[in-house]
C-alpha cells in the first residue's frame, strides 16, 4: 500500500504535453489566449464581415488600433471588393410607394440563394414624406439626396454619415440638376459633382457646376463645361471619371453624346460610342464589372447591352447581350445590368422587379425577394470601414 507522500510525488510529477494544452494560471480557471504573430492576425481579420469587425475592435487596444487604421481598412476593402461570390456586396434600393424609404438585401444571396429578404434602412434625416435619392456608392459610402436639397455621405455599414455644405446656386428663376458621386484615387478624395440648369435669366438656360471635396469640405465652381442637357440623373462612375449622356437640346433626344468629367484634374472629355443599330430606342448608361456599359431599350421588343472592354477605345466597345422583353411588357423598360454572376448571369431591373439573365440558354428568372415592393432604384454598395468623416471631425453616428 502506498503512503500518502508517494500518492502526492506521483500527482505533482504527473508529466504533461504543454504543447497540446494551453497555460493556465492558478488563479484564473481561462485558458490563455494564444500568441499569433501580427501577420497572421492581419490575414484573419481582413476576410471577416465588418459587423464582427466592429466588436473586435474591443477586444484589445493593439485590435483597436488595428481595425481603426487606414492600411487595415484599404486591405478589407479590397479583398471585400474582389469576392466574386459577392459577400460583402448588398443592394440598395429606393421605393416611393406607400411611402418614401430605402432598404437592403445580399447581393449574394438575391444571384445564389433561394430567397432573399429586404431589409428597412435607417438612413440621415429618414422621413416618409421626404423623396431619397441614391446619387451613387463608391468603397462603401453612399451619396444620398433627400428632397434633392440636403446631400450626404453615408457608410450603413458602419452607421455614420456627414451632412454636406449646401450646394444650390443663387436662384434667379428656376432650375433643375443632376449630380455624381465618385473617387479620386491620386489624392485620395471622395468628391460629389453637382451640374445645374438656371432658367430665366435671358437666354435659354446658364449652367453653373460644382465640385465638392470631402478632404477641403466645401464646394467650388468648375468652368468650361459644354455639355447640353444631361439624359441620366447620376454620374456613372468609371475609371476615375463621372460620366453622363447628353442631347444638344430640351425635349429631343436623338444625337446625344457621352460626356466625362476626370475628377483628378477636373477636366472635361467625351467618350466616343459603339456602333448602334439601326431603329428607335432609349439610351442608358450603366456599369458593368467596373467597365462602362450602355443599354438600348429597344420599345417593347429587346435591349442590347453594350460594354467597353478597354476605356477609351472606340473599338473595345462589344454588344455582350440582346435580351428579349418578356411577354407582355407593358411600358416596362429594362435597366442598364448590375452586376454579373461567376455563371455569367447578368442582374437587372425590368420594370420594379429584379431579373436574371442566363446568355447561355436565353434563359430568364425572377429571385424571390421578401419585403419587397417595385423599387425605383437600386444600387450595389460594399460593406466597408471607410468613413465619411474627417479626421477629428465630431462624428455622426446613427443611434
Known sequence: MKSEDT????KRSKPTNHSQFP???MHDSTFTIPIFPPELITEILSRVPVKSLLQFRCVSKSWLALISSNEFVNTHLSLSANNKEYTHHRLILS??????NLKDCSLGSL????VTEAFDLDYPMKNPHKSVWIVGSVNGLICLAIEKNDLFLWNPSIRKFKKLPDSRPTLRCGYYFMYGF?????HDDYKVVGIFYIFGSGSPYDVEVKIYGLKSDSWRNVDDFQGGLLLNDSGKFVNGKLHWATT???GEYNGWDIISIDLTDEKWGKVEQPCYEEGNFDFVLGVLENDLSVLCNYHKTRADVWVMKEYGVKDSWTKMYTIKCPND???YMFSPPLCMSNKGEILLVFGSIFMIYNPNDDSIRYPEVTNFDACLEAEIYIESLVSPLLQNEPILQQQ
Open 182 to 186: 465618385g473617387y479620386g484615387e491620386v
Open 23 to 25: 497555460s493556465t494560471s
Open 248 to 250: 444638344a437640346r430640351l
Open 95 to 100: 421605393f416611393v410607394q406607400p411611402e418614401y
Open 111 to 114: 444571384l445564389y440563394g433561394f
Open 7 to 10: 500518492r502526492q510525488h506521483l
Open 329 to 331: 411588357p407593358g411600358k
